[in-house]
């Protein structure tokens, strides 16, 4: 059977594969003294609040369960759009947000509406892994520029200006960072976005951490800054719900049109029960909730960072949001004999029982030096997790 060259483009998502190696190692020591410990998926392990799993059954059972517009349910858009308004301070109209099936099919959405053949997008390296092929199966082609520790591994306003080409159709960013967890200053975001704007492309920000930010300096979204910023968001890890598939763009007002009958067409519809579940979110019941778990996820942080420096990782720029460490293992690789990242995730898993993902999914670069920790696990396995590194790293 031929392939598609598109479908060919598509490298294997790592992360997956390595996950899939962890759980097979998992289930052989399942019953041992030392149960595998999961340091390397990133998503929250909480799940979603009391009030949104009733709003989910209530929905079920009062049969809400047909297709909604494309656009979303106008009241979870509202929702959104006051949630704009009391976290961030900033003003996005409900008529501007689309609902979709996660930050992924907004992603999607995004790319299949701007891109043409031959585009290119640039965007960082490290950055998301999937990002480079939702522009490939676009027609699009991904550009990655390597980053610095000095530039918080994000894109800065020069480089984007150095980059540029004929082709440059914009950039792709993500504030905070999967796999850094660091975020781009809004300064220097404002001066990406007048670079991008003078040279008549577009700039799309992914935020979907950006409610699990620690620092306020940073914790501000772009859409404060222009209403023509493109960004993507989704209920995956702020709000818990990873699994059931809920997300949403804002975009210029001239594209709602546009990004409505691209999603009409591909996706009718995100899912009816986790839209009515989601408008649960907003209760002051969840949205406390939910900020005591950030205050969790910072808790993990302030240990985990420290703790993995006094282990021989150097951990370059401290995470400012999201739960995610990015840690250079290549002085422990070298004492160890070891050839790099890629090698040391395997070695790890294997002789402490620690799954922790490779750097190598997320660019080319340097990421072969280092793997991304994930701290979105109880204090207590982090605990154990860094006990059993010092054991085996001495
Ligand atoms: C930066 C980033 N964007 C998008 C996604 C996809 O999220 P969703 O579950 O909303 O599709 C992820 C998932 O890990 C991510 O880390």
Redo the contacts with the bound molecule.
Sequence with gaps: MRISQRAQAIEPFYVMEVAKAASALAAEVADSERPMIFLNI??PDFTAPPLVQQAAARAITEGATQYTQALGLMPLRERISAWYASRFGVDVPAGRIVITA????A?QLACLALIDAGDEILMPDPS?P?NRHFVSAADGKAVLIPTTAEERFQLSAAKVEAAWSAKTRGVLL?SP??PTGTSIHPEELRRIHEVVTRKGGITVI?E??LGLSHDPAFGQSALAIDDQIIS?N?F?KYFNM?GW?L?WLVVPEALVPVVERIAQNLFICASTVAQHAALACFEPESLAEYERRRAEFKARRDYFIPALRSLGFSVPVEPDGAFYAWADCSEICSRLGITGSWDFAFEVMRRAHVAVTPGRDFGTADTGHFVRFSTANSMAQLQTAVARLREMLG
């Design positions: 990133g998503e996660g930050a992924s099919a992603l998301y999937c993500a960072s999967n992914d979907i951490y993507i989704s995956s990873t598939r997300g």
